[in-house]
């Protein structure tokens, strides 16, 4: 028997139709899969699976999809982060 340790990548998409329209505009589809090699270690494994995760931005991808944001607050929020971005690339320059 194969031990595996595995994440739904689109688990934020509650409704079959939402994960078909994810799939639709190459959205992520799929599982993070990490296969326990032999006298290998649960905790190791763990590790090697949560490196993944992070490389693979499913937990980023997860909050996003997780609500709805309305186009215009989506527009605000994107403006923000380069309001600020331009903020602290100043702030370096200054310094």
């Known amino acids: 028997m194969e031990n595996r340790i595995a994440l739904r990548r689109d688990a934020a998409a509650k409704r079959s139709s939402s994960r078909e329209q994810l799939a639709a505009k190459g959205g992520v ?9 032999e006298g290998e270690s649960i905790e190791s494994a763990l590790r090697r699976f949560k490196r993944k995760v ?4 499913i937990i980023k991808d997860i909050k ?3 609500f709805y944001l309305k186009p215009g607050d ?14 602290k690339k ?3 320059e200054s310094d």
Request: hydrophobic share 25%.
């Open 64 to 66: 996003k999809h997780s």
């Open 90 to 92: 100043q702030r370096r």
């Open 29 to 37: 589809t799929g599982l993070a899969e990490v296969k326990v090699q």
């Open 54 to 57: 992070q490389q693979e931005d």
């Open 74 to 87: 989506r527009r605000r929020a994107k403006q923000a982060l380069a309001r600020k971005r331009t903020r």
